[in-house]
């Protein structure tokens, strides 16, 4: 793919937020369609390189309906949760755009290029504010203040406590953007820097956007069976003959909505019967 410069780019209304930074980049390399209309409505979802089943359902929940809400999904398109969350937004329909870790013009291939043709095809765009550069332990955080600073949300899907999401999070802070948290399971490393988040209080839990307002009363097995007896995953799993690992994280989804209380190892359907 050909790429092209925004020489001045603070002339540029759409990318005004970046002003924002202490360090603003110097120059936007990019690749795509530049439409000024995607950046109105932007917002950042990062998360762990490490996805678990979990997080992926997560983002089937969550991007699709940022979409219908005509919002531009920024991510930093790396393997796991980020290139998962550009998928899934091209996916559903919706423009994304990608801040590269390392240079404009460093040669993309396999997947990594299949999923950046898919973005600049859909009408999103793939940026960076290098040419040339090697990615780096130190251009992943200097991406990440893009992402933040382009956003005027950002959610945190998983992140493990030592997470660049994190950093994405405290670079949203610094910044007055709002930051969204996942809560997951408190067994799950990738979800220990999430939960910390939201118990420090840096974090508004995101729950009520999508769990709340999608409450499943019938026509779900796993919910129809539980309004017979309390189970543990493993016979519930067994009964419906689906694997242990969707359905834990099924579970937990059901469990943090609200619909389903865990007691000693077994699931409980709230107000059943």
């Keep these: 793919m050909t790429y092209r410069r925004r020489e001045n780019w603070k002339r540029f209304p759409e990318l005004k937020r970046l002003k924002d930074l202490s360090t603003p980049p110097k120059e936007i390399y990019y690749t795509g369609n530049w439409n000024p209309e995607i950046f109105k409505k932007c917002v950042a979802v990062v998360g762990s390189r490490r996805m678990s089943e979990y997080g992926r359902r997560v983002i089937e929940k969550i991007i699709p309906q940022l979409v219908l809400q005509k919002k531009t999904i920024i991510s930093g398109f790396m393997y796991g949760i980020d290139q998962y969350t550009h998928q899934i937004c091209v996916e559903s329909g ?15 291939d396999g997947y990594d290029k299949k999923l950046a043709n898919k973005i600049v095809e859909s009408g999103g765009l793939i940026i960076s504010e290098w040419e ?10 200097a991406r990440n203040r893009i992402v933040a600073a382009l956003s005027s949300e950002i959610i945190i899907v998983e992140a493990a406590m030592k997470s660049g999401s994190l950093i994405t999070a405290r670079i949203g802070n610094r910044l007055k953007r709002k930051i969204w948290a996942v809560p997951g399971p408190i067994t799950s490393r990738t979800s220990a820097g999430t939960n910390l988040l939201i118990a420090q209080n840096k974090a508004q ?7 709340t307002s999608e409450k499943i009363t019938t026509g779900d097995p796993l919910l129809d069976l539980l309004s017979n007896e309390a189970l543990t995953t493993n016979e519930i799993a067994r009964k419906i003959n689906i694997p242990v690992s969707e ?8 469990t943090i909505s609200g619909q389903l209380t865990e007691r000693e190892g077994k699931y409980y359907l709230n107000n059943a019967g």
Excluded: C, Y
């Excluded at 040339?132 to 955080?141: G, L, R, S, Y």
């Design 205 to 211: 839990m995101w729950i009520d956007s999508f769990l």
């Design 247 to 254: 359905i834990g994280a099924q579970l937990s989804l059901l």
């Design 132 to 141: 040339e550069q090697q990615a780096a332990h130190w251009t992943f955080p």
């Design 94 to 108: 919706g423009k994304t755009i990608a801040v590269l870790g390392w240079g404009i013009n460093v040669k993309l």
